[in-house]
């Protein structure tokens, strides 16, 4: 059922009190965006949502997203109650967010002027609830950097020593491969392995070939079984057997290398440790 609602207060993030116009009092999901205002919201016994947002998500990124439902940001209308890292855009008179896992990415996006270079996975939800123990791992940039400098087509970089410093916080392994692709350019897929996680952080990159430049790079998360994850980095397998890929990101153009860098050190979640604790082996 579909009634008008006065937005009164917050009362915490996400959700706002009202009143109808009976003065019953009404939970409404990002009623805070419509502080002050009467909107129209669909009630399920005494909880709202804005009109904005009675849509299904998936309908929605599958008529305007691409293939992985990524929506271009030129087709998003950023609205005037949109702030840095909690950002609010407009698509056909539905309302959505950034996908919380990537908003600082957006953030480095905008600020570089690359807005309109960029996807990104839309959300229904501003707010998300992450509980991750303290991780650590080797500084990418060296990584690749290695990597590429060497030519070494699979590199695998980890802790040997994990139970040594374990009282630092758990510690991710990556792995790299490498390869000159038929422009000539340099293409490689990073993987990322947290802890025991059966999450894998993904990201793939395009280096064009005097290394000034990322021409493309986009993230995602690789869902996929512990053992699947042991295989990849253990043995080198081409590639991992997914329950589920989730892009998340992507940026197509002439994107600095520092802005490049930027971008992959902010997706992968941890505190960078220095070289001298990794180890790397080479496929």
């Not at 374990?166 to 990073?190: P, Q, R, T, V, W």
């Not at 990201?203 to 493309?216: A, L, P, R, T």
């Amino acid at each position: 059922m579909k009634t008008t609602v006065q937005i009164l207060n917050r009362i915490f993030p996400g959700i706002a009190l009202g009143i109808n116009s009976f003065e019953k009092k009404i939970y409404v999901m990002h009623g805070d965006l419509k502080m002050g205002e009467e909107c129209l919201v669909e009630i399920t016994e005494n909880k709202g949502i804005l009109e904005e947002f009675n849509y299904d998500l998936d309908t929605l990124t599958e008529k305007y997203g691409d293939k992985d439902k990524l929506i271009h940001a030129n087709s998003l209308i950023e609205l005037k109650q949109s702030r840095p890292l909690d950002r609010i855009f407009e698509i056909n008179g539905n309302w959505c967010f950034p996908d919380y896992s990537i908003r600082h990415l957006l953030e480095i996006s905008i600020e570089n002027g690359l807005l309109s270079n960029t996807r990104l996975k839309i959300s229904k939800t501003r707010y998300k609830s992450i509980s991750r123990a303290n991780y650590f791992g080797l500084d990418f940039i060296n990584a690749i950097n290695k990597t590429i400098e060497k030519g070494i087509e699979v590199s695998y970089y980890y802790c040997a020593e994990k139970k040594e410093w374990s009282h630092m916080g758990g510690f991710a392994d990556y792995l790299i491969k490498l390869n000159i692709n038929k422009d000539k350019n340099i293409e490689f897929n990073a993987w990322q392995a947290i802890g025991d996680e059966n999450t894998l952080f993904y990201v793939h990159g395009i280096i064009e070939q005097e290394k000034k430049w990322f021409i493309h790079i986009d993230f995602a998360y690789h869902h996929t079984e512990i053992e699947e994850i042991a295989k990849l980095f253990l043995e080198h397998k081409k590639k991992p057997i997914l329950l589920n890929k989730e892009k998340l990101f992507r940026i197509d153009g002439k994107i600095s290398i520092e802005i490049g860098f930027d971008l992959i050190r902010t997706f992968f979640p941890l505190s960078e440790l220095a070289t001298e604790y990794y180890n790397v082996e080479h496929g």
